[in-house]
């Protein structure tokens, strides 16, 4: 119980403390005109109550990482806890905050203008097929899962594929109408239930008749059940909940709609938080309800997913009333995120197309490709999936994360706020890859991944940094507008 108290007071803190300096570092002006104002269309760009946008950009990023990957993530033992707090403070929010507010003074572009702008013209490239692939992966892993709760939950008739085509649905009409109209008023909905979930298993946690085992006073070795180690694997298993690179393919949609750079940390950073507090109260409620880390491995079948054990938590604290009202929380959360996905995925092929959206039309004709994919992805198995989508999740933070070095050095800002994470990540992202198995990865030696892998981040991190000397010394010539 001290660990996870703890962690909830650390992690508020650092909103308020770590978070304004970001905040200085980068330097908001509540006087700049934002893209919602500049470039409005009522299609993409259209100025929303700053509540709203909050709770858009929460759910986008929340999805099911804070809630299926902090139980997946916490079977590694008590580190889970240590990086969903610092991870959130030292990197996820700044990587966040960072990334939107570069949207912001570019207009609202998407992620892959951005990246492409500082590191390049071929890392731009890399960087729009990477995004898509992402975001399709995102919208398929995001459909299965709250199809398989909704199956659980309705008449035998409802199975699992008439919920799929149902939920596929609702994301295409959420990619092709304006974001005002479906989004603007369905989130805040889903964002009420979402909270109510949080908020009632974190009342049980703390005034429940519950024990927390989380066993810090052993040591911080791994506790997983299959003797996977906590580094690279747990930071790749909870990513959503700590940071995650498919956050800063979600920011510009919501920077579009921002009215006032004001708003911006309380937005970007702020929900960042709120998705580390919703990880913490999930991983302690998973360890909590199972008795701790071995029997909560025992608990999930291999190549299996979280839902079953959601489910039975959710029901069994918050009574029949509340476990539904919490799961349906449990399932806007996936579908929010799937939803916002492909349609981050139709303006970033707009964006690198030059494709004028404001005609129903043409938002179809761009769409339909995405759709398609994300069709066929859907059939992959789900353990495959989720370990393709969270490795192309942590690589993708890392190439924000060097972004962002970039443009606070180009612009005499501290730029060390992003050096230092985009170095672990690094490290992490090329270990991972190296040591996974085969075929998600080369099924390399732990020891010689992370030695590579820690060579890796030395690496590029001397490029980069003769990168930005080169730019701010004259040597090398380019054009940057922002």
């Not at 951005?114 to 097929?129: D, F, N």
């Not at 006032?260 to 998705?275: D, T």
Request: with cysteine; hydrophobic share 55%; net charge positive.
């Amino acid at each position: 119980m001290t660990l996870f108290l703890a962690s909830i007071g650390i992690l508020i803190a650092g909103y308020f403390l770590y978070g304004l300096l970001i905040e200085k570092i980068f330097g908001v002006d509540p006087k700049n005109l934002t893209p919602a104002y500049s470039r409005r269309d009522d299609i993409d760009y259209t100025p929303m109550s700053t509540w709203k946008v909050f709770l858009i950009q929460f759910l986008n990023i929340a999805g099911l990482g804070p809630i299926f990957g902090a139980i997946m993530g916490v079977m590694f033992g008590p580190a889970a806890f240590l990086w969903i707090v610092f991870g959130t403070i030292l990197a996820g929010g700044v990587h966040d905050f960072i990334s939107a507010m570069i949207s912001m003074r570019a207009g609202g572009v998407s992620l892959p203008e951005i990246v492409g702008h500082e590191l390049g013209g071929t890392v731009k490239q890399v960087m729009r097929i990477f995004s898509i692939l992402l975001l399709v992966l995102v919208g398929a892993v995001f459909v299965v899962n709250p199809a398989d709760i909704l199956a659980g939950m309705t008449p035998d008739y409802m199975d699992r594929l008439v919920w799929i085509i149902i939920i596929f649905a609702y994301y295409i009409l959420a990619t092709l109408l304006p974001i005002d109209k479906l989004i603007g008023n369905l989130y805040p909905v889903f964002g009420l239930t979402l909270l109510f979930m949080a908020a009632g298993l974190l009342v049980i946690l703390i005034f429940g008749d519950v024990t927390i085992p989380d066993g810090l006073g052993e040591g911080l070795h791994s506790r997983h059940g299959d003797g996977s180690p906590i580094f690279p694997m747990m930071f790749v298993s909870i990513a959503c909940g700590a940071i995650s690179g498919f956050h800063a393919t979600q920011s510009p949609m919501m920077v579009r709609c921002l009215k006032n750079e004001k708003y911006a940390r309380p937005i970007f950073y702020g929900a960042m938080v709120a998705e580390g507090l919703v990880a913490l109260i999930w991983a302690a409620a998973a360890i909590a309800f199972t008795g701790g880390y071995q029997q909560l491995f025992d608990a999930i079948p291999q190549g299996g997913t979280p839902s079953p054990l959601v489910k039975e938590i959710s029901i069994t604290w918050l009574g029949s009333v509340g476990g539904v009202l919490a799961l349906i929380g449990v399932i806007a959360a996936p579908i929010t995120t799937g939803d916002t996905a492909l349609r981050s995925a139709r303006l970033i092929a707009a964006d690198f197309l030059k494709f004028d959206q404001k005609k129903l039309l043409r938002r179809l004709l761009l769409s339909l490709p995405i759709f398609i994919l994300a069709g066929v992805v859907m059939l992959i198995n789900f353990k495959i999936l989720w370990r393709y989508f969270a490795w192309c999740n942590q690589t993708l933070a890392v190439f924000t994360l060097w972004a962002a070095t970039v443009y606070l050095a180009r612009h005499k800002k501290a730029y060390i706020v992003t050096l230092l994470p985009a170095m672990f990540m690094s490290a992490v992202s090329v270990s991972y890859l190296l040591c996974a198995e085969r075929p998600e990865g080369l099924g390399l030696s732990v020891g010689i991944s992370v030695a590579i892998g820690s060579a890796a981040a030395v690496a590029l991190t001397f490029v980069v940094l003769m990168y930005i000397h080169r730019i701010n010394s004259g040597k090398l010539k380019r054009k940057f507008d922002y």
